[in-house]
């Protein structure tokens, strides 16, 4: 028997319960029942948002969770995402073009939004996402974070950086270029949108590097410390 503190045959824990009941009667008894669909419904809650609480220009989008971790086998459809409400359009888009912006320095600004606007609602989003979100290639979206990041000193947090896939090394060059001017961690896990922990993992690993500089050649620093000989030498770059 459904406990009274359940809703009886009401709303959407009713409907749930009733589906549970006649299609899928194998899935436990009242009580596991109950607990599943309280379960649905929290998530249902969690991930739903009212369209009419959005603002003119915004769209509502499903990041990849920025704690959510990519492993081997780990497709984008087995990781947890969040919805997260992104302003495609904003004021600040008109009065940089009434200010004489070109259409790619406008662009370049809306990227940045995007991704920082996703990362404050807990989620991360892709080169191929903001590509998608705007109308444009995924090659031109990555020059224009590139073209950002260098223009302001800082590092976006995109997937590429926030759970360091991908080719580039940008983000540890600048983490390690701010070690090198002798600014804090903590201060540089902030300025770059990175945990303290990757900061201290890059700047350790680049101190390992300088040690054996001099030493031994790239490839037996590739070897000795297990980095690829392409890291190597993308650390000892910042030591020129």
Not at 9 to 32: N, S, T
Not at 74 to 95: C, F, R, W, Y
Request: some cysteine.
């Amino acid at each position: 028997m459904t406990s009274p503190a359940t809703p009886q045959g009401k709303g959407i824990h009713g409907a749930i319960k009733h589906l549970l009941e006649e299609q899928y009667a194998f899935v436990g008894g009242d009580r596991v029942q109950d607990m599943l669909i309280g379960d649905l419904i929290k998530i249902f809650q969690q991930y739903s948002r009212d369209p009419w609480n959005l603002a003119v220009g915004q769209t509502l989008w499903f990041a990849v969770h920025m704690d959510e971790k990519p492993g081997p086998g780990k497709t984008l459809a087995k990781m947890k995402v969040v919805p997260a409400i992104l302003s495609i359009t904003h004021e600040e888009d008109k009065q940089m073009r009434a200010n004489g912006y070109s259409p790619q320095e406008v662009r370049k600004y809306r990227v940045a939004r995007l991704l920082k606007e996703a990362h404050a609602q807990k989620g991360v989003l892709t080169q191929a996402d903001v590509a998608e979100l705007i109308g444009v290639s995924a090659g031109t979206i990555g020059k224009d974070i590139k073209a950002y990041q260098t223009e302001q000193g800082v590092i976006l947090p995109y997937r590429g950086t926030i759970h360091d896939i991908g080719p580039s090394m940008t983000h540890k060059k600048v983490i390690i270029a701010k070690f090198l001017q002798n600014i804090p961690t903590p201060d540089i896990a902030r300025m770059t949108q990175h945990t303290e922990e990757a900061c201290d993992r890059y700047i350790k690993a680049f101190k390992k590097v300088r040690m054996l500089h001099g030493k031994m050649e790239p490839l037996e620093i590739a070897r000795m410390l297990e980095m690829s000989e392409r890291l190597v030498k993308k650390s000892l770059e910042c030591l020129r």
